[in-house]
């Protein structure tokens, strides 16, 4: 039976590429000279340290411009509220999401069952499986899934006949 998977999955090595042009980005502008500006990177979070919130917002430019490049998808940070730091400085916490939340999965499934569509869906672990008698189904599957309004950024793996 063919069958495929839905997956969320960010390359951190990419995500550590793009934070390399950001920290080089942040030490040539003339805008950050003299500022305190710090990212780091640890375990799928990254932490933004700032001045004020102008730098801040410019950091998530530099951030958001530099995922980009290195043909990662912007909606993979997740923004958390800014909060204050020690000596006048801001902290931002941003989440580089992996997988796919059951809310998510939950919300594909739901819409796939409403559209009638002669296929299976099942959530296994952080990903979805799709498996449908015919390619054509699975095809029409891949295609209502991309029109949902989703914030995660997907891929369609394994297509198996």
Do not use: W
């Amino acid at each position: 039976m063919p069958s495929f998977d839905i997956v969320s999955k960010t390359e951190l090595s990419e995500v550590d590429n793009a934070l390399d042009g950001v920290r080089r980005e942040i030490g040539t502008r003339f805008d950050f000279k003299g500022s305190k500006c710090t990212i780091e990177h640890k375990e799928g979070t990254i932490t933004l340290l700032a001045d004020d919130d102008m730098k801040m917002r410019q950091v998530h430019e530099l951030l958001k411009a530099h995922v980009v490049r290195r043909k990662l998808d912007a909606r993979a940070l997740d923004f958390k509220d800014p909060e204050k730091a020690s000596g006048n400085m801001i902290r931002q916490v941003v989440d580089v999401r992996q997988g796919i939340d059951r809310e998510v999965g939950k919300t594909i499934i739901t819409a796939i069952k409403a559209a009638k569509l002669k296929v299976q869906t099942s959530i296994q672990g952080d990903e979805l499986r799709i498996v449908g008698k015919k390619r054509d189904d699975l095809q029409e599957a891949i295609a209502l899934v991309r029109t949902l309004k989703i914030e995660v950024p997907l891929q369609y793996l394994n297509f198996r006949d």
